[in-house]
C-alpha cells in the first residue's frame, strides 16, 4: 500500500517514524478473506474447523470450529462477577496456578525435571504478544535475534517492523531435506554470541512446515546449545513458540514441547515457554496466552525470581493492554482442573486431525509432481508444498481457476518458496480433491 491519500492530506508526514514505515502485509489475513470469498475449499485458516459431529456427542453435520465442550460449559456457569471486572495484569492466580500444573503434566512422561524450577505462567493475550514481550525484554533494536527459515509471518511484523530487531535465518531442514538441521540452528545462535546474548526462538509443531523434531533430534540439540553456552560464556535466551504443542501424529517425533530438555539445564540458558489456549484448548478468540519462564538452581529462590519477572513483564502488560480476558481465565482453570473430561476432548480433536493428516501425506506421496516438493511433518496444522513458481502467482491462480485457498510464503533472502496448506480446516472428504487441484494446477 502507498498511503497516498495520507501522504496527500498531509498526515503521512506528521506520523513518526515508525509509523510513516509500518505496513500491514498482504499476508495470512488477506488470502483467508479471498478465500471465504472465492473458495470452494478453504485451506488457509489456521483453526479446526468440521462437522460438529467429528467433536461433539450428538453433533450433526453443521460445520463449525472445534471447541471443547468443557470450557464452553464452564463458561456459561460462570458468575458475572468472574466475567465483569478487570483481570490481574499478570494473569487470574487460578488460572496461572492451573496452567503451570498443565504445563508439568504434559512434560513430566517424557523429560526428567525438577518442577519446583518452572515459574508461574505470565498471562498475555496470545502467544504473539507473549513473543513480543520476551523479544522486548532481552532485545534491543538493532540486535538480532534467531529463527528458522521457514516461519510464522507475523515474525517479521512483530520482531523486524515493530520492535528493529534483525533476524538471522536458519535452516529448518538439512540439505537432504529429511530432518531438523541442527548445526545451522546452532551455528546461527554461536555466531550471533559472538557479539551478544542470544534470543532464539524454536517454534514445534512448526509454522507452516507442521515439522516436529525427532526425539534423537531433540537430544542432539540439547547437547549442542549446552555446547553453546558453555564456550560463549553468553545467556542464551532459548523462546519456545509452543502454539500447536501436543497435536503430534508419529511416535518418533517428540510428543511435547523441546522446552522440557532445558530446565535447570545449564547457569546460561534461560528457557521460555510461549503458548496459551487459543490452539490448545480451540480458544482462538479469547486471546489468552502464556510466558512461563524456567530457572537454574544456582540463580536464587524461584518464588523471588517468579515475583522479579512478574514485575518487568507486568510492566510490558500495564504499559500495552493492561490486562487479559478474565472470564476464559476462569473457564480455561475450571477445565483443567477437570482432568479427564477435558483431555478427553482434546484427544478426540487431535485424533480427527491426525486421520486428515494421514490422508493429506498419502494423497501427497502418490500425486505431487517433482515441480512441487512437500516438507517434512509430522504434526501441528499445517503442511507445506515447496515451489518452483512465485508462490503468490500460484496462489492466485488456485483461487481463481480451482477455487481453492492456500496461503503463500516466499522470501528472497532465503529461497523459501510455496504454499502452506491447512489440513486442520479441512474435511477429510476434500482432502484428496485439495491436492488434486494443486496437481492440476501444477500441470497446466
Known amino acids: 500500500m502507498k498511503f497516498e491519500t495520507l501522504r496527500d492530506a498531509g498526515l503521512l508526514g506528521a506520523m513518526s517514524a515508525e509509523g510513516r514505515e509500518l505496513v500491514l502485509p ?36 453443521d460445520v463449525r470450529t472445534f471447541y471443547l465442550p468443557s470450557v464452553v460449559k464452564h463458561l456459561k456457569a460462570l458468575d458475572p462477577e468472574k466475567i465483569a471486572p478487570y483481570a490481574p495484569i499478570c ?3 487460578r488460572y496461572r496456578a492451573a496452567w503451570r500444573e498443565w504445563i508439568i503434566r504434559k512434560l513430566s512422561p517424557f523429560y526428567k525435571f525438577d518442577s519446583d524450577l518452572i515459574g508461574q505462567p505470565i498471562v498475555s493475550p496470545g502467544v504473539t504478544s507473549g513473543l513480543a514481550y520476551v ?10 535475534i534467531v529463527c528458522h527459515d521457514r516461519r510464522w509471518e507475523n ?10 530487531l534483525k533476524i538471522r535465518a536458519a535452516r529448518l531442514f538439512n540439505e537432504a531435506g529429511a530432518g531438523l538441521d541442527v548445526d545451522s540452528f546452532v551455528d546461527a545462535v554461536r555466531e550471533t554470541a559472538k557479539t551478544q546474548d542470544v534470543v532464539a526462538i524454536l517454534n514445534f509443531p512448526n509454522n507452516p512446515t507442521g515439522y516436529m523434531p525427532t526425539v534423537d533430534e531433540g537430544l542432539a540439540l540439547r547437547k549442542a546449545l549446552l555446547k553453546v553456552a558453555d564456550a560463549s560464556g553468553r545467556k542464551l535466551i532459548l523462546v519456545f ?6 497435536f503430534v501424529y508419529e511416535k518418533n517425533a517428540a510428543q ?11 547457569p546460561n540458558i534461560l528457557p521460555v515457554k510461549c503458548d496459551g489456549a487459543s490452539k490448545e484448548f480451540l480458544l482462538y478468540g ?11 538452581p544456582s540463580w536464587g529462590e524461584p518464588a523471588k525470581l517468579s515475583a522479579e519477572f512478574d514485575n518487568k513483564v507486568g510492566a510490558l502488560i500495564r504499559g500495552t493492554i493492561s490486562n487479559s480476558n478474565l472470564a476464559f481465565q476462569h473457564a480455561v482453570a475450571a477445565a483443567i482442573e477437570s482432568g479427564v473430561e477435558c483431555d478427553s476432548e482434546r ?3 487431535i485424533s480427527v486431525l491426525a486421520e486428515r493428516y494421514s490422508m493429506i501425506k498419502r494423497a501427497m506421496a502418490s500425486n505431487l509432481p517433482q515441480s512441487a516438493v512437500a516438507d517434512p511433518f509430522n504434526s501441528g496444522f499445517f503442511c507445506f508444498i515447496n515451489l518452483k513458481t512465485p508462490a503468490e502467482d500460484f496462489a492466485d491462480k488456485l483461487l481463481k481457476n480451482r477455487k481453492l485457498g492456500v496461503i503463500p510464503l516466499s522470501d528472497s533472502s532465503t529461497g523459501f518458496n510455496g504454499i502452506r496448506v491447512a489440513f486442520c480446516s479441512v474435511e477429510a472428504k476434500d482432502i484428496p480433491e485439495t491436492i488434486d487441484r494443486i496437481v492440476a494446477e501444477l500441470d497446466k
Open 26 to 61: 498482504q499476508g495470512i489475513f488477506y488470502w483467508s478473506g479471498r478465500a471465504k470469498k472465492e473458495a470452494e475449499i478453504n485451506a488457509t485458516i489456521g483453526s479446526a474447523q468440521g462437522k460438529s459431529s467429528e467433536f461433539l456427542e450428538g453433533g450433526g453435520d
Open 91 to 93: 494473569g487470574l492466580p
Open 135 to 144: 523479544a522486548r525484554l532481552f532485545a534491543s533494536p538493532g540486535d538480532t
Open 155 to 164: 515474525y517479521d511484523l512483530v520482531l523486524s517492523d515493530m520492535l528493529g
Open 241 to 246: 513458540d509452543d502454539a500447536y504443542d501436543g
Open 256 to 266: 511435547i514441547s523441546l522446552f522440557g530438555h532445558f530446565i535447570g539445564a545449564h
Open 286 to 296: 479469547a486471546r489468552v496466552g502464556s510466558v512461563t519462564f524456567a530457572y537454574h
Open 347 to 349: 484427544a478426540r480433536v
